[in-house]
């Protein structure tokens, strides 16, 4: 994980971690679009495997999340 940058540079980080999991909802809403306006048969295995996708994604989100939270707590009791 990278070095902030800037003053409290590891909370602004954390807001955008926080907000990027927050929008996961986007992508879910593509997928649904996506094969909702299909005209006739849905590949159902193509559709699991871009719900799936996108759980591994927000996963990722939250743990990058979470790492830079870690982050900012150890340095407030430093």
């Known amino acids: 994980m990278r070095p902030a940058k800037r ?3 590891i909370r602004f980080d954390l807001e955008d971690a926080i907000m990027r999991l927050w929008n996961s909802d986007q992508d879910v809403e593509t997928v649904f ?3 909702y306006d299909r005209q006739g048969e849905v590949d159902v295995e193509e559709m699991a495997n871009a719900l799936l996708g996108i759980k591994q994604l ?3 989100r939250g743990q990058l999340a979470f790492e830079l939270f870690e982050r900012l707590i ?3 009791k430093s």
Do not use: V
Request: hydrophobic share 15%; charged share 25%; aromatic share 24%.
């Open 58 to 60: 927000i996963y990722m």
């Open 74 to 76: 150890k340095e407030q």
């Open 7 to 9: 003053p409290n540079g």
């Open 33 to 35: 679009k996506y094969y």
